[in-house]
């Protein structure tokens, strides 16, 4: 295997942000955001659907929200009208 060319992974904080469930995984995803979890630091990834949430392993239909999907593409882009 060559050197260097791999990315490090460490791990990460996945939280579902629609069933507030944290999950701790090996990853090299990029992220600025960080939170303390049981005492340690790890880097933070939101995620909108995870085993919790979908539908297919909850057994749940999952809701579309409060906002549609142009409201909720402004929010996350933070355009204003």
């Known amino acids: 295997m060559k050197k260097d060319i ?3 992974s460490r791990k990460v ?3 579902d942000i629609t069933t507030d469930q944290n999950y701790i995984i090996e990853s090299s995803v990029e ?3 960080k939170v303390t979890h049981e005492g340690d630091e790890y880097p933070l990834v939101k995620i909108e ?3 919790s949430s979908h539908p297919f392993y909850s057994g749940k ?3 579309g929200g409060t906002t549609g999907r142009i409201e909720k ?3 996350k ?3 204003k009208k």
């Open 13 to 15: 904080l996945f939280k």
């Open 6 to 8: 791999h990315p490090v």
């Open 49 to 51: 659907i995870s085993s």
């Open 61 to 63: 239909e999952r809701s």
């Open 73 to 75: 593409f402004n929010k």
């Open 31 to 33: 992220t600025d955001e």
């Open 77 to 79: 882009y933070n355009i």
